[in-house]
């Protein structure tokens, strides 16, 4: 073990499994996937996947977290690096997890720096144990998450400075970096002598000669290299720094600020499914069904229509195309051409109209500019059993609620009143008001206002019992 000792193992399903710290990174601009993913809804948090009871559909994100689960790895063990943004999405898909929340974007590099100085200075963790990070959003097999547990046995016995799985190539593609070995693997690793970025056909043909993997972006190593990283390059080397100052990170990837100027970096082979289902054409391949939502396709060939809104779809006769109708746009493209999806609506700047919370979610439904500028935004929102708004109030807008499903109670002013499908609430603007159920309620929010930002918004209790609590007209 290289004179470092690791202080946690556990047996599963027969073996003994060195216990390491899991980062999951949770990142994504949303344009890859768009119209369905935005900026808050990235491709990890689509529920398009089905799921295997055959009960529905599930996120990536929901997937891996099963998966996890499945792979012996213990939930307070596993965490997630994400944007501010995302927290709500995250926590109402899996749960309370611990979620590392960046300031700012700022790619790979500052994620990996600013959970690893979470861990060992908000959390405890030995500077010498393993810590593994991963993307979130990666379509893998089962086992794949008990190949990670590999890494930190593989980093401490070899000694390295960095521990990486890689993919054995399926095909000579363009699409990925490579890991190419000083020597075929010998084991159940090999050390790294270089990496090739996403190389030309020809040269990712040679390369997988010489026992080349894919570059999936799983990293494992001890705190303390990071750390002293960290120190030798002036950055912030606690997570109290790096909160402060994460702007002084570079915006950059870990493999290009790290990775690739390491001297010993061993890397281990996982032979199965791996995906990082990028673009339409590779997530239509998981699809169970041609159709999600109301569609009607006739006529077609290898076309996939996803629909979110309530208007049906038809496709007739379309030949390896991929449908998507969502509050955020409407996409209609060849498969192999979405694929440019990306850059074709990089321009594009609206507000995410569809957003899923841990309360519940909501869908934008229209939005008016009025002769006098006053905007009227309409929402649909879907409030689950035994959740609550909190009480907040609105500095720039007034809101009006009408009740069209379910029932619970409501307070406006310090005033608590029941509520149920037909009855109508307002909450003028700067005036406190909350909305609680405990059977699951929907209901059209229409806003009034100028400048109708989610940013307009001033909390003061999150919870309901904190409410009940100061205010003694609330029943209990």
């Known amino acids: 073990m290289g004179g470092v000792s690791i202080r946690h193992y556990k047996t599963f399903q027969g073996r003994e499994w060195c216990v390491v710290k899991l980062v999951l990174l949770s990142g994504g ?3 890859r996937l768009w119209p369905m993913s935005n900026d808050v809804r990235s491709k990890q948090f689509l529920r398009i996947l089905p799921r ?3 009960e529905g559909l599930e996120s990536m994100l929901q997937r891996v977290w099963r998966q996890i689960g499945q792979a012996g790895l213990a939930a307070d063990d596993v965490f997630v690096c994400a944007s501010k943004p995302q ?6 898909q899996i749960g309370e997890i611990d979620v590392i929340e ?3 974007r700022r790619d790979t590099f500052a994620a990996i720096a600013l959970s690893t100085l979470y861990l060992v200075d908000e959390r405890g963790m030995d500077p010498d144990e393993p810590v593994v990070v991963c993307p979130v959003d990666h379509f893998v097999d089962d086992h794949y998450f008990q190949e990670i547990q590999n890494l930190g046995p593989i980093l401490l016995r070899e000694g390295a400075e960095m521990a990486l799985m890689g993919v054995w190539p399926t095909e000579p593609t363009s699409k990925f970096g490579y890991i190419v070995p000083e020597a075929p693997a010998d084991g159940d690793c090999f050390r790294v002598k270089r990496f090739v970025e996403k190389p030309e056909r020809a040269v990712a043909e040679e390369l997988i000669r010489q026992g080349a993997l894919w570059n999936c972006g799983v990293f494992c190593f001890q705190p303390r290299t990071i750390v002293r990283i960290l120190r030798d390059r002036g950055l912030p080397s606690t997570y109290a720094e790096a909160r402060s100052g994460f702007d002084q990170f570079p915006k950059r990837s870990f493999d290009y600020e790290v990775v690739e100027k390491l001297s010993s970096i061993v890397a281990h082979p996982y032979r199965g499914t791996w995906s990082d289902l990028g673009t339409w054409s590779s997530l239509a391949e998981q699809m169970e069904s041609e159709a999600v939502g109301r569609a009607i396709l ?3 060939e290898d076309t996939h229509v996803v629909n979110e809104l309530g208007l049906p779809v038809v496709a007739l006769g379309l030949k390896r ?3 998507v109708a969502t509050p955020d746009g409407i996409l209609a493209a060849d498969k192999d051409m979405a694929a440019g999806l990306k ?3 990089a321009p594009l700047d609206n507000r995410p109209m569809y957003e899923e919370r841990r309360w519940g979610r909501y869908r934008v439904i229209d939005y008016q500019l009025l002769d006098d500028e006053t905007e009227v935004l309409t929402k649909c929102v879907e409030l689950l059993p035994g959740r609550n708004l909190s009480y907040h ?3 720039w807008r007034e809101e009006i609620w009408t009740i069209i499903e379910g029932e619970g109670e409501i307070v406006v002013d310090d005033r608590w009143q029941r509520v149920a499908a037909g009855d109508i609430v307002r909450a003028p603007q700067g005036v406190w008001h909350a909305i609680r159920t405990e059977t699951g309620m929907q209901f059209i929010e229409v806003q009034r206002g100028r400048g109708l930002v989610e940013e307009d918004i001033e909390r003061k209790y999150l919870t309901w019992e904190e409410l009940a609590a100061v205010l003694p007209g609330i029943p209990r």
């Open 29 to 31: 601009s949303g344009k």
């Open 87 to 92: 927290v709500e999405v995250i926590r109402a």
């Open 52 to 54: 295997p009871d055959g």
């Open 393 to 395: 109030r609105h500095k």
């Open 321 to 323: 195309a991929i449908v």
């Open 343 to 345: 850059d074709v609506v």
């Open 298 to 300: 006739s006529q077609c």
């Open 102 to 104: 960046e300031p700012t």
